[in-house]
């Protein structure tokens, strides 16, 4: 229906409309109707429709009066604001301001959040003994530093502190507090940091250590990026150097733009090929790290240490500077990378003890392909979907309805094997728009409502969801 003002449709008309799609509300086909007999668009007639509810809600209901004396329901306000809309003090004193609630002063809200902090521990307090795997790592607050402590399997933050330094003494001080508190470590992950590493050396010396292979492998993908970008400039100067011999209208100027677009193709083809040597050899290079192989075996460390040492030996062979540099610390800490292999080889002693050779190789496959399926783009997961459910099939098949305890054993196992630390990537994450909400000047009783809104607020989506972090942790709701 095209658009057309109605100035006919006096106020009258407009509220006798409005009675009539009110009093016939969910009759199927009598919204048509009103709009035809009008001749007016239903979009219209909605629109009347809710503008008239909305008055008469403002003008019959005294529930704004009732939210704004009910102080409790303020508070969650505030606290909904601060911790899930991750707005600044000033923002929600402007919020309150304009829903009429008082009071609203930045200064009363920087005092609640304050006294509301200080209620809270900056340590995870638990009643007994918990067994844990530690990730760490900092985060800055301009120019001061968060340490921050979580657990792998459950992502409960378990220790957050805002320190003077990142000295060994700090990090030490931090796990100690965490042992005050019953946590005891199984090891734990994190970058090369020096203070981070002696510090946790030094209070959980009979701990492994997990060297990160996100931090351990990063300059060396920085280099491929490198040399994409100078592959990508090679083919650009071919390009430009090709209609430049095409014009050259004497003798002279051809062989020298002939001579140009001839270095300019020998380069690009050298760029060119280095960038696919290097990308096929961290393409490899990442296969080699994966738990299991194709074959739906767990890798042993010594496979793993052959497979390293010959790629390392021909990415070497790379003539790129570059290369050479990014791969140097890599390759002396080698026995640092294979910490999670050696987990791997013991869970799988225990399991063969228990599972069916063939059904655990099928329930190992399963469980490989559902972590690709968390970790591929949205247009791969049906495949690795359909890979999961072929394997799970397969172990079905072999062992009937024992196949859900094994499944949840085996899953369970494979699961403890940590690689890296970067789930706590995804807390410093969580931490940042408060930072930024704040201008850096974070304090520590803000740090601890964060660490509680994290813990107990449910997961919306992957392969945690419905589930907060406390109750993955303690096993309870």
Not at 54 to 77: G, I, M, V
Request: net charge neutral; hydrophobic share 45%; aromatic share 10%.
């Amino acid at each position: 229906m095209k658009f057309m003002r109605r100035p006919d449709l006096d106020p009258e008309t407009r509220v006798q409309i409005v009675m009539m799609a009110w009093l016939h509300q969910g009759i199927y086909g009598k919204m048509t109707n009103i709009a035809t007999f009008y001749q007016i668009s239903r979009t219209f007639l909605y629109q009347l429709l809710f503008m008239a509810n909305l008055q008469l809600d403002t003008l019959l209901s005294d529930e704004k009066l009732l939210f704004q004396k009910d102080h409790c329901h303020l508070e969650q306000l505030i606290v909904l604001l601060r911790l899930e809309g991750k707005g600044s003090l000033l923002s929600i004193a402007s919020i309150l301001q304009a829903l009429e609630y008082h009071p609203h002063s930045v200064g009363y809200l920087s005092q609640f959040f304050h006294s509301a902090g200080q209620t809270l521990p900056a340590t995870l307090v638990i009643p007994s003994k918990t067994l844990v795997f530690y990730l760490s790592d900092e985060i800055f607050a301009i120019h001061a530093p968060i340490v921050v402590t979580i657990d792998a399997r459950s992502t409960t933050i378990l220790n957050i502190a805002l320190a003077s330094d990142r000295s060994a003494d700090t990090w030490r001080a931090h796990f100690e507090a965490l042992e005050n508190h019953h946590f005891f470590s199984l090891g734990w992950a994190s970058d090369r940091g020096l203070g981070l590493v002696a510090g946790s050396r030094a209070a959980c010396d009979m701990a492994l250590w997990v060297a990160d292979y996100f931090h351990e492998f990063r300059d060396l993908c920085e280099v491929l990026h490198q040399l994409e970008r100078k592959a990508y400039a090679a083919i650009g100067k071919e390009d430009a150097a090709a209609p430049t011999f095409a014009r050259a209208k004497s003798e002279s100027k051809r062989q020298k733009r002939r001579q140009q677009y001839e270095t300019a193709h020998h380069a690009c083809e050298q760029a060119m090929a280095l960038y696919d040597q290097r990308a096929r050899l961290l393409h490899l290079l990442h296969e080699a790290l994966q738990l299991c192989s194709p074959h739906g075996r767990l890798r042993t460390q010594q496979n793993v240490r052959s497979e390293l040492t010959l790629l390392f030996d021909l990415i070497a062979a790379l003539d790129c500077a570059a290369v050479t540099t990014a791969l140097k610390p890599i390759r002396t800490p080698l026995d640092d990378l294979l910490v999670p292999f050696a987990h791997a080889e013991a869970i799988e002693a225990e399991l063969r003890a228990m599972v069916p050779h063939e059904v655990f190789e099928f329930l190992v496959l399963a469980w490989h392909y559902e972590h690709l399926v968390y970790q591929a783009p949205a247009q791969h997961k049906r495949v690795q979907q359909r890979e999961r459910a072929f394997w799970l099939a397969c172990a079905e098949g072999l062992v009937g309805d024992a196949c859900d305890t094994l499944k949840a054993r085996v899953f369970d196992k494979l699961d403890s094997i940590v690689r890296a630390s970067s789930l706590v990537e995804m807390v410093n994450s969580l931490i940042r728009p408060y930072l930024h909400s704040c201008k850096g000047q974070i304090t520590q009783e803000t740090l601890n409502l964060i660490m509680f809104y994290h813990n107990h607020r449910r997961y919306q989506s992957g392969k945690r969801q419905g589930k907060a972090p406390m109750e993955l942790l303690t096993g309870k709701p």
